[in-house]
C-alpha cells in the first residue's frame, strides 16, 4: 500500500467508506482490549507463576503446569464446584417453575395488571448484596422473620444457617425470589407470540386444555424456556455476592461456591498465580455456556423468519 | 408490533387482579417489609408479630448519615453522603462514556457489516459474561502496579468497560428494529452519511438510548465485587459501605439496616417501574426483544 502524501491525503484515506465500520468500532474494541483482554492474557501469563499480588516489589516464580495440576488432583476445587451445581441446579429449577408460573398469572390482561407486574419484577432489579444483605435480616436467629414465624408454630428456636442444607436452601430461596421474574418475562413473551388465530381453530376443535398447551403454546414458548434456561444457569454459576454477604461461605466451606472459593484463594490467601489458573477454568465453563447460549439465541431468530 | 407494555393474552377480570394482588404483595414482601422496617422506633421494629400500623419515623433516616459511633460519644457524620455522591458520580460518568463509545460501535456493527463482525460481537458479549471475581484478579494486581487502586479514574475506567458490552448490544438491538427505508431514500437524495446517521438514524433511538442508560445506570449502582475490591475510603460506593455496616456491628441495628436499604433500592424500584416496557430487552442484553 503507497504512503499517504500528505495529510489530508492520510485523512481521506483514513475516512473512505469501506473503513467506516472499523473506525466506529475501533475506540469500543481499544477499551475493551486495554481494560478486559489485556489483564486477562496477563494473567493467563500468571497461571503458570506462583505469585503474591500483595508482594509486588518480589517476582513471580515460574511453576509450569503446576498450578493446573494441583487444582485437578484437588479435592476443595472438586468440593466448590459441586457446590456450585447444586446451587444452580436447584435455583434455576425453583425458578423456572415459579417463573412460568408467574407467566401464567400475568398473561391475560386485568386491572391494575401493570402495577402488580411492578411489584414481581421489582427484584430481579435489586442489588444482588442488597439481596444478600435483605436475606441476612431475614434470616438473622433472634429478630429475622422467619426464624420468628417459625418459631411461631413450632416452639423451637429455628437457626436458619446452621446446617449446610438449611444454608444451600437459604442460598437457593434467595436467588430463585430474586431471578424467578425473569424466567416470568421470557416465558410472557413466548406466551403473547402465540398467534391467535391457532387458539380460535383449537376451540372449533374443541381440543382439551392440556392438548392446547401442548400442541401450540408449547412450541412457541419452547426456545423461550431454554433461553431462559441458559441464561440463568451461566448467571447462577457466578454466583457471589449472596453467599459472600449471607453465608460467607459457610457453615465450613458448604455454601462456598467456586466464585467466593476464587475470592478466598485471590484476596484472602493472595495465592494470585494459583487463582488466575482457577479463573482461565472457570472462564473457559462460561465460555462454552455463553457460545451454547448465542447460539441458541441465532436457532431461535431463523426459526421465526422460516 | 407494539412494543409499548408488557404484552398479554386476551382479558382476565377483576378475580385476577385480587389473585394476581395477592401473589404478588407476597413476593413483594421482602422489599416491603424492609421499607417499613426503615420508618419504625427501635421498639416497633422488633415487635412480634409484626406491627404493619404504627407512628412513622424518620430517625433510622438521620442516623444513616449521622449517628453516634462510640457509647455516649457526639454525633458523627458517617460518609454516607459522600458514598452516595459517590455511586452517582462514578455511575453517571462511566455509563456515559459508555454509551458514546458504545453507540459508536453499535451503529456500525447494524450499518456496516463486515466480515469478522459476529466474532468481534461475541468476543464483547463474553467480557460481559466473564465472573466478575475473574476478571477482578490481574485487574486488582494492575491496578496496584498503576496506582490506580481507589482512584476515581481506575474505577470509573473499569466501569466504562463493564458497561461497553451492554451498551453495544443494547444499542444495536435498537438499531437493527429501524426502518431502513427512511434512510436509504435519503442516501439516493444524497445526504452524507453522518446527516443519515445524525438527523434520521440518532433521533428515532433516543428512547432506546436514555432506556439503556438507566439500565446501566443502575447496574453500575447495584455493582459490588469490582467496588469491593478497587475503591478506597474517598471513593466507595453505597453497596460496599452496606455491606461493611451489617458485618462491622456487633447485634444488628434493624433501622438503620432497613433504612440503608430503602435509601439504596427505592430509587431503582421506581426506576424499574419507568422501564417496564424495555425490561425484557434490557436484562438479556438485547438479544431476546420480543
Not at chain 1, 62 to 69: F, H, K, S
Not at chain 2, 114 to 127: A, D, R, S, V
Not at chain 2, 271 to 276: C, P, Y
Amino acid at each position: 500500500m503507497p504512503a499517504p502524501r500528505s495529510a489530508r491525503g492520510f485523512l481521506g484515506w483514513l475516512l473512505a467508506p469501506e473503513r467506516r465500520g472499523p473506525l466506529l468500532i475501533a475506540p469500543a474494541i481499544a477499551t475493551l482490549v486495554i481494560v478486559n483482554i489485556f489483564p486477562l492474557l496477563w494473567s493467563y501469563g500468571l497461571s503458570f507463576f506462583s505469585y503474591n499480588a500483595k508482594k509486588i516489589g518480589v517476582p513471580p516464580r515460574w511453576r509450569g503446569l503446576d498450578n493446573y495440576v494441583d487444582l485437578f488432583t484437588d479435592e476443595d476445587v472438586w468440593g466448590r464446584f459441586q457446590n456450585t451445581a447444586v446451587i444452580v441446579i436447584g435455583s434455576v429449577a425453583v425458578q423456572l417453575v415459579v417463573g412460568f408460573l408467574l407467566a401464567l398469572l400475568f398473561a391475560r390482561e386485568f386491572p391494575l395488571r401493570r402495577y402488580l407486574l411492578m411489584l414481581v419484577l421489582a427484584p430481579m432489579m435489586l442489588s444482588l448484596s442488597a439481596v444478600g444483605v435483605f436475606f441476612k435480616l431475614f434470616y438473622e436467629p433472634t429478630f429475622g422473620f422467619i426464624p420468628r414465624l417459625v418459631q411461631t408454630f413450632t416452639g423451637e428456636p429455628f437457626v436458619i444457617l446452621s446446617t449446610p442444607v438449611k444454608a444451600t436452601i437459604a442460598i437457593v430461596f434467595a436467588d430463585a425470589w430474586m431471578w424467578s421474574p425473569f424466567v416470568m418475562l421470557l416465558v410472557l413473551a413466548g406466551l403473547v407470540s402465540v398467534p391467535k388465530y391457532l387458539y380460535e381453530a383449537a376451540e372449533i376443535d374443541r381440543a382439551s386444555a392440556w392438548r392446547r398447551f401442548r400442541t401450540i403454546t408449547f412450541p412457541y414458548i419452547r426456545s423461550l424456556l431454554l433461553l431462559a434456561l441458559l441464561f440463568r444457569t451461566i448467571e447462577t454459576f457466578k454466583i457471589f455476592d449472596v453467599p459472600y454477604v449471607l453465608t460467607e461461605g459457610g457453615p465450613g466451606t458448604s455454601t462456598e461456591t467456586i466464585s467466593v472459593y476464587l475470592f478466598r484463594v485471590a484476596f484472602n490467601y493472595f495465592q494470585t498465580g494459583r487463582a488466575s489458573a482457577l479463573g482461565y477454568i472457570v472462564l473457559f465453563g462460561v465460555i462454552v455456556l455463553t457460545s451454547l447460549y448465542l447460539y441458541a439465541i441465532q436457532s431461535r431468530s431463523s426459526e421465526s423468519i422460516e | 408490533m407494539s412494543q409499548r407494555e408488557v404484552r398479554s393474552i386476551g382479558t382476565a377480570g377483576w378475580g385476577r387482579t385480587l389473585t394476581a394482588a395477592i401473589i404478588s404483595l407476597i413476593y413483594f414482601f421482602p422489599v416491603l417489609f424492609i421499607i417499613l422496617t426503615a420508618f419504625k422506633s427501635r421498639q416497633d421494629a422488633l415487635a412480634w408479630p409484626v406491627k404493619f400500623i404504627f407512628t412513622p419515623t424518620v430517625t433510622n433516616f438521620v442516623s444513616v448519615f449521622y449517628r453516634t459511633t462510640v457509647e455516649g460519644g457526639e454525633a458523627e457524620a458517617t460518609g454516607f453522603g459522600l458514598y452516595f455522591f459517590n455511586s452517582l458520580f462514578i455511575g453517571g460518568s462511566s455509563v456515559l462514556l459508555a454509551l458514546i463509545i458504545g453507540t459508536s460501535a453499535a451503529y456500525a456493527f447494524s450499518r456496516f457489516p463486515l466480515k469478522g463482525n459476529e466474532t468481534y460481537l461475541f468476543m464483547i458479549l463474553t467480557t460481559r459474561m466473564m465472573p466478575p471475581i475473574v476478571a477482578i484478579i490481574p485487574i486488582f494486581v494492575l491496578f496496584r502496579i498503576f496506582g490506580l487502586s481507589g482512584t476515581y479514574v481506575g474505577i470509573i475506567a473499569l466501569y466504562t468497560a463493564f458497561n461497553l458490552p451492554f451498551s453495544v448490544w443494547m444499542v444495536k438491538s435498537f438499531f437493527d428494529d429501524l426502518d431502513r427505508d427512511i434512510e436509504d431514500a435519503a442516501r439516493m437524495d444524497g445526504s452524507s452519511e453522518w446527516k443519515v446517521f445524525r438527523k434520521i438514524c440518532l433521533p428515532q433511538v433516543y428512547a432506546g438510548l436514555a432506556a439503556t442508560f438507566v439500565f446501566a445506570i443502575i447496574l453500575t449502582w447495584n455493582e459490588f465485587v469490582f467496588a469491593l475490591l478497587l475503591t478506597g475510603t474517598q471513593t466507595r460506593t453505597v453497596p460496599v459501605q452496606i455491606v461493611r455496616t451489617i458485618g462491622g456491628s456487633m447485634g444488628v441495628d434493624w433501622g438503620l439496616m432497613s433504612a440503608l436499604e430503602t435509601l439504596f433500592i427505592i430509587p431503582v424500584v421506581l426506576v424499574t417501574f419507568a422501564l417496564q416496557n424495555q425490561l425484557l430487552r434490557g436484562v438479556t442484553f438485547g438479544t431476546i426483544r420480543r
